[in-house]
């Protein structure tokens, strides 16, 4: 039987290791398996269409360099 503290650590733990593939993505510049993580974060969090196009018109407003090529805005 799985209890609810059990259930919150495992998903706790999901959560971590998602975070912490995402960051790594980012700081090795592999952009489409972060841009993947962070869609699978956004579900897991909840994220509110609010969250999203915030997040959506930073990156427009910081969107100039080399990989603005390559994001495309979903």
Do not use: C, H, W
């Not at 975070?19 to 993505?25: F, R, S, V």
């Not at 993580?37 to 080399?66: H, I, P, Y």
Request: no cysteine.
């Amino acid at each position: 039987r799985i209890t609810n503290k059990t259930a919150e650590s495992g998903d706790v733990d999901y959560l971590r290791n998602i975070l912490i593939k995402y960051l790594e993505y980012i700081a090795t510049g592999e952009e489409k398996e972060a841009m993947t993580l962070e869609k699978v974060l956004f579900t897991v969090l909840n994220a509110s269409n609010k969250d999203l196009e915030s997040l959506q018109r930073a990156r427009q407003r910081n969107n100039t360099g080399l990989l603005s090529y390559f994001y495309t805005p979903a």
